[in-house]
């Protein structure tokens, strides 16, 4: 059984798969940004990272999930989702 998803829902989740690919693009800046020992290039692979992805690289596994979640028919538009988590920070 196919589940029908409102137009809002249907946007959110096509947007939330482009910024899963995104994502997936760009794990190499995150992947930097975790093995950098130095605090000044963490920092620029992070500010990089939120650049080109929207979150801070820490977060992005639990970023991730969130998006599928998205996919799958519920959740934030990607903008909030975006917002809610660079609130944290």
Do not use: K
């Not at 809002?8 to 482009?18: H, K, P, S, V």
């Not at 693009?25 to 500010?47: G, K, L, N, Q």
């Amino acid at each position: 059984m196919t589940v029908e998803l409102s137009p809002t829902a249907t946007q959110a989740a096509w947007d939330a798969e482009l910024r899963l690919e995104r994502v997936a693009a760009h794990e190499d800046v995150a992947e930097f940004f975790d093995s950098e020992t130095i605090p000044a290039e963490r920092h620029r692979f992070a500010e990089s990272y939120r650049r080109l992805v929207g979150v801070h690289p820490e977060n992005r596994h639990e970023f991730r999930q969130s998006l599928e979640r998205i996919c799958d028919g519920g959740g934030l538009p990607v903008d909030d989702l975006i917002a809610v988590f660079n609130a944290r920070r």
